[in-house]
């Protein structure tokens, strides 16, 4: 069983940013891949970064060049650095896990294919 929790979220005016930490406890923090999702009022679950064990990272359009993903195998966290963020981030952000990932590439972007998350931290950008 792997337990994640997010932090790092708040309220932000448009321009600003924020960086979000995923902590994660159990064993076998580096045959996990992650993935960062978001969800708005009245949307659904929609994909924002991942990275895989291999550290091969995935970014969503509207993110590339603002955000930045990572993470420290050995203090078992993923970040999320948010730069140059705009009202449409607004959402509440969550992290999943995906245990040893055969295809990553083509699955990533699915929240169906993670099999643990966090309780969410919210993100709020102001104009």
């Known amino acids: 069983q792997l337990q994640l929790v997010e932090s790092g979220g708040g309220l932000v005016q448009a321009g600003g940013s924020l960086r979000l930490s995923c902590a994660a406890s159990g064993r076998t923090f580096s045959q996990y891949a992650l993935g960062w999702f978001r969800q708005a009022p009245g949307k659904e679950r929609e994909f924002v970064s991942a990275?895989?064990?291999?550290?091969?990272?995935y970014y969503e359009d509207s993110v590339k060049g603002r955000f930045t993903i990572s993470r420290d195998n050995a203090e078992k966290i993923m970040y999320l650095q948010m730069n140059s963020l705009k009202p449409d981030d607004t959402a509440v952000y969550y992290c999943?896990?995906?245990?040893?990932?055969?295809?990553?590439?083509?699955?990533?972007?699915?929240?169906?294919?993670?099999?643990?998350w966090g309780q969410g931290t919210q993100v709020t950008v102001s104009s």
């Open positions: 990275v895989s064990f291999n550290r091969d990272t």
């Open positions: 999943g896990a995906d245990f040893r990932p055969l295809y990553y590439s083509e699955t990533y972007h699915d929240p169906k294919a993670y099999d643990y």
